[in-house]
């Protein structure tokens, strides 16, 4: 069975700052999905990037970027110049395209402060 | 399309009461999921519709558990004899059928069992 591992529980970062959130998988298929959700207090996630593991070259959504080792099974998250608008819940999710119904198995999240 | 509605916001029950909860998907999206999520976790799958169809459900989705979609719309989730044990955020999400994108999350319905 996949499972994801965050083993950041919390990260700080200073506006303006760069900081990477970490995660780790643990799967046998060659073929998947991996993906940044962002969850602020009392709203709803929001998709922040993804990228399909056959693809080499790491996604990139503007100020978020990742650095995906497919070998080594991690999906770490950068966010470039931090924004106070950035704190939330971070989770990292794994989708395999094998079982058709498309669910994720997600992290247990990493909570960002932004400092002013 | 305002995205995907989820109602109520927040529930208080007494242990052993049936629950409710709906979600609204975005109209267009065929694939509709409810996720659970307690504190300090990430959200864990509980089942999946495709249209009216619930085609899996989790192990965590007891006998007490059930979820419709009538008509492939929106879709309810009743928790009957609530138990403490099920007092977490009940999250629901749809997409596309063949969409390699994410979901579009609801709000969630955060169920406190008293």
């Known amino acids: 069975a996949q499972t994801v591992t965050q083993s950041q529980p919390e990260m700080s970062v200073q506006e303006a700052e760069t900081v990477t959130l970490s995660c780790t998988y643990d799967?046998?298929?060659?073929?998947?999905?991996l993906f940044w959700y962002k969850q602020p207090p009392s709203r709803q996630m929001i998709l922040v990037i993804r990228?399909?593991?056959?693809?080499?070259q790491n996604a990139t959504e503007n100020r978020f970027s990742v650095n995906f080792q497919k070998a080594a099974k991690s999906f770490s998250l950068k966010i470039s110049d931090s924004q106070l608008g950035d704190a939330a819940m971070y989770f990292c999710?794994?989708?395999?395209?094998?079982?058709?119904?498309?669910?994720?198995?997600f992290g247990t999240g990493t909570r960002l402060k932004v400092l002013a | 399309d305002t995205g995907v509605s989820q109602d109520p916001r927040h529930k208080i029950t007494k242990r052993g009461q049936n629950v409710t909860f709906r979600c609204d998907p975005i109209?267009?999206?065929?694939?509709l999921y409810w996720y659970r999520q307690t504190l300090g976790q990430g959200p864990e799958f509980l089942t999946y519709?495709?249209?009216?169809?619930?085609?899996?459900k989790s192990r965590l989705l007891s006998d007490r558990f059930s979820a419709e979609r009538p008509k492939g719309s929106f879709s309810t989730l009743e928790i009957q004899r609530t138990e403490q044990g099920d007092s977490a955020m009940y999250l629901c999400?749809?997409?596309?059928?063949?969409?390699?994108?994410?979901?579009?999350f609801g709000s969630g319905t955060r169920l406190t069992v008293v």
């Open positions: 999400a749809s997409s596309f059928l063949s969409q390699g994108y994410g979901y579009t």
């Open positions: 799967t046998s298929e060659s073929d998947y999905y």
């Open positions: 990228q399909e593991a056959y693809k080499q």
């Open positions: 999710a794994y989708r395999s395209p094998r079982s058709g119904t498309y669910k994720y198995i």
């Open positions: 109209s267009e999206h065929n694939r």
């Open positions: 519709f495709q249209n009216e169809a619930q085609l899996e």
